[in-house]
Nanobody, 124 residues
C-alpha cells in the first residue's frame, strides 16, 4: 500500500499562487509515476499533470501549461504542484495519485492510490 496526504490548499484571490504538497509513505518503491487531478463542483475528475518518479519527465493538460508546475523531491518522498496566476475556474478539490505503470498517465483509472484531496478556492 501507498499512502498519500495532500496539503496546501486554501482560499485565494485571482492572480495569486499556491503550492500543493503530497506526502507519500508506505510501499513507495512500487510508485512509477505520480499525478495531480482536480474535480470542480459538478464536474468530472480532470487531469492536471503527471511526473515520472525516477526520470522526472512531466506532462501537463493544455489549460495548465505555463501556469502550473509539477515536481517531486525524491529524498522527501513528496510531490508538489506550484500553481500561479490562479483563476476562478481553477476552483476544485485537488488530488494526488500514484501509479505503478507509465501507460495512460492522463487517465484517472491508471492510478492505484489516491489522496483524500485538498480544496482550492479562487475568488474573483
Amino acid at each position: 500500500q501507498v499512502q498519500l496526504v495532500e496539503s496546501g490548499g486554501g482560499l485565494v484571490q485571482a492572480g495569486d499562487s499556491l503550492r500543493l504538497s503530497c506526502a507519500t509513505s508506505g510501499r513507495t518503491f512500487s510508485r512509477v509515476a505520480m499525478a495531480w487531478f482536480r474535480q470542480g463542483p459538478g464536474k468530472e475528475r480532470e487531469f492536471v499533470a503527471f511526473i515520472t518518479w525516477l526520470a522526472g519527465d512531466t506532462y501537463y493538460a493544455d489549460s495548465m501549461k505555463g501556469r502550473f508546475t509539477i515536481s517531486r523531491d525524491n529524498a522527501k518522498n513528496t510531490l508538489y504542484l506550484q500553481m500561479n496566476s490562479l483563476e476562478p475556474g481553477d476552483t476544485a478539490v485537488y488530488y494526488c495519485a500514484a501509479s505503478n505503470t507509465v501507460l495512460n498517465l492522463h487517465r484517472p483509472t491508471t492510478y492505484n492510490y489516491w489522496g483524500q484531496g485538498t480544496q482550492v478556492t479562487v475568488s474573483s
